[in-house]
């Protein structure tokens, strides 16, 4: 059974700093990319980050390059998102989620629960 479990979200100000995790089981973990999503209130689903284990490629959402990092560790099979200098547009439920490379936010098959993430101006 796939497993996606985040944690490290909360509340921060405007300027701060989060890191999300996402521990991961009952896949091969290397084989896949992994990363996040988010969805803000009244808001569609949205890519964050990606990262495909086997290469260590990485992509972002324009409004996050720059300030976000993603990174695994295949050891662990978790993945990571730093969040630094922080928005309060960037408040939502951040979810984990496997192929997240798919075509289509439709076609991902497994999710976390979500975690939400504040950032008060």
């Known amino acids: 059974e796939v497993q996606l479990v985040e944690s490290g979200g909360g509340l921060v100000e405007a300027g701060g700093s989060l890191r999300l995790s996402c521990a991961t089981s009952?896949?091969?973990?290397?084989?896949?990319?992994i990363g996040w999503l988010r969805q803000a209130p009244g808001k569609e689903r949205e890519r964050v980050s990606c990262?495909?284990?086997?290469?260590?490629?990485?992509s972002y959402a324009d409004s996050v390059k720059g300030r976000f990092t993603i990174s695994s560790d295949n050891a662990k099979n978790t993945v990571y998102l730093q969040m630094n200098s922080l928005k309060p547009e960037d408040t939502a439920v951040y979810y984990c989620?496997?192929?997240?490379?798919?075509?289509?936010?439709?076609?991902?098959?497994?999710w976390g629960r979500g975690i939400l993430v504040t950032v008060s101006s």
């Open positions: 989620a496997v192929d997240c490379s798919s075509p289509l936010i439709q076609g991902i098959e497994h």
């Open positions: 009952g896949f091969p973990f290397a084989h896949y990319s």
């Open positions: 990262i495909t284990n086997h290469d260590g490629y990485t």
